[in-house]
């Protein structure tokens, strides 16, 4: 495939844009403009979106442009990557409790329109099937929002044999562990399972938003997109989607660029 990299630092991949912010606050900017055009041009929209420390700052600005009268979430929908097992929406580490209180909270979306698994449920595989009939009530996903874990994982499709289809319980490897341990009062404390959205309803999502920052992601965004396509590395499926952005800041990116892309004139 041809990648081209242009003085506005766009890099194009066959269907995959990238766009090189200075840093982490840029990235932000540049991954919530992504969103808000969605929002805009279809306010009834449903968008994938995903909790850890990257997107804080790109729900930070969504929620800026909400106050200044630029956003109107009364009719978006949404659904979650992923929720821990075991952990109810009222415990702080919750990923509803995170989505309410970093962004739900702050705009005038719905609360009936935003969708997690349940962490609670008692079967695991009837809570599997029902988000998976939500996801697909809703029409489909039309922009998902994904982090990119250090071990290449998304949503909490872990490296493994086969690529999952639809949402499913996961067992936690312990580098995904060991990286949400500052997060509980100890590692021990850390949920060992969670409900995550398939690599299959990531890869139906029309668009799909990969926000990356940090020198410790450059390792894993090079091998995702300009290595193989393997189960061993679950990201690297996003190279046969057929719309991807990857937003990063610079010292997300520079190894991607060192992996062939040449500077246009």
Not at 8 to 25: F, K, M, P, Q, T
Not at 35 to 57: D, E, K, R
Not at 133 to 161: C, D, K, M, T, Y
Request: aromatic fraction near 8%.
């Amino acid at each position: 495939m041809r990648m081209n990299l242009s003085r506005n630092h766009e890099i194009e991949w066959g269907a995959l844009r990238v766009y090189e912010a200075a840093d982490y606050n840029g990235m932000s900017r540049r991954a919530a403009n992504i969103i808000s055009a969605h929002v805009i041009l279809h306010p009834a929209c449903c968008l994938g979106l995903a909790t850890g420390t990257t997107p804080i700052g790109i729900y930070e600005q969504l929620i800026r442009w909400y106050e200044k009268g630029d956003l109107d979430f009364a009719a978006t929908r949404t659904v979650n990557l992923d929720e821990y097992r075991g952990l109810g929406p009222g415990h702080e580490q919750s990923y509803r409790y995170f989505m309410n209180s970093r962004f739900f909270d702050h705009i005038n979306i719905n609360r009936e329109n935003t969708h997690l698994p349940d962490g609670l449920a008692a079967d695991p595989e009837a809570e599997c099937r029902r988000y998976n009939a939500v996801i697909r009530s809703l029409g489909g996903i039309r922009l998902q929002l994904l982090g990119l874990g250090r071990n290449g994982h998304i949503g909490f499709n872990e490296p493994g044999g086969a690529f999952e289809l639809e949402t499913h319980l996961v067992a936690l490897t312990q580098s995904t562990i060991n990286a949400n341990a500052p997060l509980f009062s100890s590692r021990d404390a850390v949920p060992r399972q969670a409900f995550t959205m398939g690599i299959k309803s990531i890869m139906q999502a029309k668009a799909v938003l990969v926000a990356v920052s940090g020198e410790d992601k450059a390792d894993i965004v090079a091998r995702a997109f300009s290595g193989p396509v393997t189960p061993e590395l679950p990201s690297s499926i996003l190279q046969m989607h057929p719309d991807v952005t990857l937003v990063g800041d610079r010292a997300a990116l520079h190894k991607l660029k060192e992996s062939g892309v040449t500077v246009c004139d």
